[in-house]
Structures are given as C-alpha cells and as structure tokens.
C-alpha cells in the first residue's frame, strides 16, 4: 500500500504562485510513475502533469511553460510548481503514484481570483 498526503493548495490571485507537495509514504520502492490530475467543478478529471521514476515528464498543453513538477526520490515526495496562474487553473488537484495499483491523494484546493 501506498499513502499519499498532498500540500500547498490556496487561494492566490492571478498572475501568483503555488507550491504543491506530494509525500508518499508505505510501499515507496514500488512506485514508478507520479502526477496530478485536477478537477473543477462540472468538469471531468484532467491530466496535469506527470513524472516517471527515470526523470520523464509530460505536461497538458494548458499549463506547459508555466508549471514544473519534480520529484525527490530521497524525500519520496512529489512537487508541482505553479506559475502564472490563471481564475481557469482554479480545481481540486490530486496527486497519484502508480504501484501494485494507482494511488490517490486527498486532493488540494487551488482557487485563483481574477
């Protein structure tokens, strides 16, 4: 089993920033891919970015040039830097990391007012 507790999440006006974190705890030296999906309201879960063990990375096209994510084998946690924030980056963001299974975090709110 692997548990997640997620981090950073807020209310920021736009233009600002936010961290998130991601710390993983349990079965760590299973996991191989990490990432956030988000959520906002009547919409469907989307893929935000995400990171394999090895470095790889991907990003939606929506936030490329404006979010980093990163990862910290040591610290078993995962970060999502967010720059230049925008009212339509305003979701529930979840972190998950891929095991035995695909596991979640309790999700984090992140509001940005115009």
């Known amino acids: 089993q692997v548990q997640l507790v997620e981090s950073g999440g807020g209310l920021v006006q736009g233009g600002g920033s936010l961290r998130l974190s991601c710390a993983a705890s349990g079965s760590i030296f299973s996991i191989s891919d990490m990432g956030w999906y988000r959520q906002a309201p009547g919409k469907q879960r989307e893929l935000v970015a995400m990171?394999?063990?090895?470095?790889?990375?991907n990003y939606a096209d929506s936030v490329k040039g404006r979010f980093t994510i990163s990862r910290d084998n040591t610290k078993n946690t995962a970060y999502l830097q967010m720059n230049s924030l925008k009212p339509e980056d305003t979701a529930v963001y979840y972190c998950?990391?891929?095991?035995?299974?695909?596991?979640w975090g309790q999700g984090t709110q992140v509001t940005v007012s115009s």
């Open positions: 998950y990391a891929d095991s035995i299974r695909r596991f």
């Open positions: 990171i394999t063990s090895r470095g790889s990375i």
